[in-house]
């Protein structure tokens, strides 16, 4: 046993690096404008192998892990990321774990579960052990800040390439907001589902009067923060008086365990909505989904897309992943070996170990801070 351990591949360096990559148009939700996204990228080295991952974070994030993580880590079993989490964890005991130093900690977790199935040669999927072959994706973006005529050419693009469901954002002006979902829901027909996300904009009497509007007039089906995700029983209340055909999501901002179960013991939504980028990544993506599936209530994935395909292939009670546009370009900008989208779904490529994405360095040398 003890000739066995000391061949055990050990975690011989941890770096990161800060990215600032410009939107292809200013972006606005109900409640921040943006024209920049910030990508912050862990590697993780052991016995040959590097594991990439990443966080959509603050720059920040990136000296935190070199600082503090990389300390924690050096040295440690490369084959047990949720060792490694559990040390990541500790060190960050008196900065603060929420916001930057959990987005940071998720980074590098992916990295080290990428580096696992590198150092094993199997894909992410499979070392999970996945439970689907494709994710269900839903097409996201429709910024407040877009024209009609770019709303309409967005979402009606989404459903061309097979995607049955898209989301919208709503909030900025909430008194133009049933306008903007009609003209949403003419582009993309009758068949197709249609989202909206207030990102917290509305007051409680606010998302309760928009609820009927939306679902009476454009047949919407999933409202996202129609109030702050904070206040749990304002989500509970709207979830107890939308109408029947509309489920109410929230949960995007859950960097700890605690939150979910918060939310799920609150009875606040009819579906969860979790960040492999923010809420500890892999390692804790996994145990929301065993919260989920212990309250019966389904899991959907936020944002960042290509990692979601692998771990959503193992995630019982996830429903879809959001193919949130911004996210979506970044990869395709960053990356090589990312999932096939294929009517509407994410197939990860099987044959790949790690999540099988590759750093296309010379091409993102521009952006780095």
């Not at 989490?85 to 008196?94: D, E, I, L, T, Y």
């Not at 193992?314 to 999932?339: K, M, N, S, T």
Request: a negative charge.
């Amino acid at each position: 046993m003890g000739g066995a351990q000391a061949h055990e591949p050990r975690i011989e360096e941890l770096s990161a690096r800060a990215f600032v990559v410009p939107t292809d148009a200013p972006e606005a939700d109900g409640t921040l404008r943006w024209d920049s996204t910030t990508i912050v990228l862990a590697r993780a080295s052991a016995g040959g192998c590097t594991g990439l991952g990443y966080s959509y974070a603050a720059g920040a994030a990136a000296g935190l892990i070199e600082e503090l993580l990389a300390g924690a880590l050096v040295g440690c079993d490369a084959l047990s990321p949720p060792a490694a989490w559990q040390r990541m964890r500790a060190s960050v005991r008196n900065i603060g774990y929420p916001g930057v130093a959990a987005s940071a900690i998720s980074a590098v977790d992916v990295a080290l579960w990428d580096l696992k199935g590198r150092l094993l040669g199997v894909s992410l999927a499979d070392l999970l052990g996945r439970v689907r072959e494709l994710v269900p994706v839903y097409g996201s973006g429709g910024f407040t800040s877009y024209s009609d005529a770019r709303l309409e050419r967005q979402l009606a693009e989404w459903v061309e390439r097979g995607i049955g469901r898209v989301k919208m954002k709503v909030g900025s002006e909430p008194a133009r907001d049933p306008e903007r979902v009609r003209v949403a829901r003419a582009a993309i027909g009758a068949a197709a589902e249609l989202f909206v996300d207030a990102n917290g904009a509305y007051t409680r009497k606010q998302a309760l009067r928009l609820a009927e509007v939306f679902a009476g007039e454009s047949a919407v089906s999933w409202f996202e923060e129609p109030v702050s995700s904070d206040d749990l029983e304002g989500l509970r209340l709207l979830r107890d008086r939308a109408p029947a055909g509309m489920e109410i999501a929230a949960g995007e901002y859950g960097y700890d365990l605690f939150y979910f179960r918060r939310m799920l013991q609150a009875g606040a939504v009819d579906v969860v909505q979790a960040d492999v980028t923010r809420c500890g990544g892999i390692t804790q993506l996994v145990a929301v989904a065993a919260l989920c599936a212990s309250a019966g209530v389904p899991l959907s994935a936020h944002t960042s897309p290509a990692i979601h395909a692998h771990v959503g292939t193992a995630l019982g009670p996830l429903v879809h992943v959001e193919y949130f546009h911004d996210h979506a370009r970044i990869e395709a900008l960053f990356f090589d070996g990312l999932p096939e989208l294929q009517e509407g779904a994410l197939r990860p490529d099987a044959g790949r170990p790690g999540h099988g994405m590759e750093l296309r360095e010379s091409d993102v040398e521009r952006f780095q801070r």
